[in-house]
């Protein structure tokens, strides 16, 4: 969508990113700046910005109006769900999980954070670091995204000065210290203006680092998958049928991770049956290895019991084959409470992991998460919306699971209400 | 990480031709090594092979977790996309679903004889239902001056409760509208088909929650992560026939402030309006008598694509009338149930 066109090969990479701010930090202007500066805006839609603005009676265009959504967003002036925009440069193409900052929807940050390669966190300048700021990097940091991006926002309002900047980049570097988190970086900008953010302007001249879209073109994608074990969640089952060419059964699925090829000696779990690969089927010819997120069809030499929900992983022989998942009824993990109706610990849920769906029920809450000072608050007995916690879950059906650290597709999951089948919270294994 | 994995993740991106975007070709010198840890052998996939595993992914998910559903077929450029991409997911078996095509008979003829050769083609079976009948049952009313893309809610409605549909499959995006950037990919609809944007269900990794009630359905969009530009980009990397109307032809219509409108039998110049012959294609191909194409030389999909990478106006923008009536239009619509 780059207005000189050069962007037309198909060979970006893709990097999904959060943007997460309180409100009025700025998150909208910087996502309107984004895609501004990237020619991702279109005339017709800058002319209903500009219109709508002049109704506002706002004299300059406000960028922040062009990520407004729904009606009822438009209404109260603020947002109130995930919202997904697309953009594109010449070097990559780019999704944007934009999540509304206000605490109430901690659920939602969550959701735009369980897909993201990065999370930028907004900062006003003249405020410093809050507890929100708090709140969305320990949540970043909870959905195991692997980058963040601290954005001190207004710098025109304080002056462009240094000393704002790194007084609050080192008390963040405090905090994400104190809580584990890996890779920070941090960038000084103006949404409003532009500075930093996809040009360098020439009032921050003492900030030498990247701007702000360089860092989202450069970051690491690749690298995210600190597990690569084998992991082939089977969703569906062909039969042989000869006539089409296909003599076994198939496997279809996508590869979580890892790395399959022809004659690799593989284990179906939670059976723990063994075979060997006998063919990688894709539309597009056989494969003779293949690796994550590809969606494949494989068939083993062996005619053995696989369904959908089963796993099929690399057979562990030694060390160097990567860690073999835990089968488990039981685990322990980290969740989010997403639905209006609580917890009730009396009750059976559905717990939908990778493709497979268990009956399940919480046996025990260990602690509740205060996500402002995230210290743990014991003695609790049930969850209600918005609310992190750490849980043990008894499982009717063994799964087999990675924790959420090491493998993000096979370390979550999400619970139905199987009542109204409502989607009432998401998990991640902290120990399986 | 070991020195394999340092290897591998310098690799530069893999080289994706027309001819071999299997995606398979990882460094060879991975195969064959049985005792070194194979860590971050992550294949550095272009951002179209991501979304195409994630869209086959998606499709293999409700074949697994809806018992009835269906595609939605309209022989536009999406749905040609959410073709292959069942041709990836189910090949070489049947797709597990049929075809529906909600036909409002305001359709360019091009687009219906090529909704006819594609299925015939794949071997795949197409359902038709008609906005004309549903308008002659009296179930719909046609209002004078108004497309009939709005009337299509009703007829879909009506044809999933007739076909008992848990889950329709269509190739909606969220670049295209506003409303759509903040819906689901698997999108939940209440026994009226009704969306409400306020009462989503979360949607978090690639766990999606397919599990309704009798009554109610699913809206299923694959390709909601794809941008106009990719669609196209699909479609040349996979050599998917389209429609002629797609490409640059020459085309009477009516100047319009809202667009460029096609003359054609339902669509006739009123007096005083001006009739000009223009060099235009399609970006959408809904109904004709309020979808407008654009001014265009492009004949091929290399030259549409450099067309798209360059473009300064939103495809709903350019080319549908009834979009542009209020800035909210497609959210009233989709909560009356319109895709
Ligand atoms: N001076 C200045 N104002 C800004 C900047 N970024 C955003 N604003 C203003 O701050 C207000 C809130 O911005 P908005 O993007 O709506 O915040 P959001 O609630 O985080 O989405 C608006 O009036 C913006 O114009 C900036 O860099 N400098």
Redesign the pocket.
Known sequence: MNATGNNTGSEHELLRFAAA?S????????IGRLLYDSKSIFEDQLSVLDRTSKKRGQDTM?L?LLTDGLLAEREQGI?IDVAYRYFATPRRKFIIADTP?HEQYTRNMVTGASTADLAII?IDARKGMLTQSRRHAYLAHLLGVPHLLVAV??M??VDFSQSVFERIQSEFATFAQGLGIKDVRYVP?????GDMVVTRGDRLGWYHGATLLETLETVDVAGLVEHDALRFPVQLVARPDPATGRERRGYLGRIESGFVQVGDAVTVLPSGVSSRVARIFTFDGDLQHAGAPLSITLELEDEIDVSRGDMIVQTVVDAACGAAPSVTQSIAAKVCWMHTRPLDRRRHYLLKHTTRTVKASFSEIEYRVDVNSTENVTGVDTLAMNDIAHVRLRLYEPLACDNYTLNRATGSFIVIDPSNNATVAAGMIADA | MNSLAKVHDTDTPLNVAASDHAGGDLRSASAGIKSVPQRAIRQRLSELNVLESEAIHIMREVAAGCSNPALLFSGGKDSIVLLRLAEKAFRPGKFPFPLLHIDTGHNFPEVIAFRDYRAAQLGERLIVRSVEDSIAQGRAVEQPGQGRNALQSVTLLDSIAELELDACIGGARRDEEKARAKERIFSFRDSFGQWDPKNQRPELWDLYNTRVQAGENIRVFPISNWTELDVWQYIARERLEVPSIYFSHARDVIRKPGGLLPVSALVQPRPGEKVENVHVRFRTVGDMTCTCPVESVATTLEEIIVETGATRITERGATRMDDQTSEASMELRKKEGYF
């Open positions: 701010g409100v009025d930090d700025g998150k909208s202007t910087l406000d922040s947002t900052g907004l926002n207004k025109d309002l900008i103006s949404a409003l203006h």
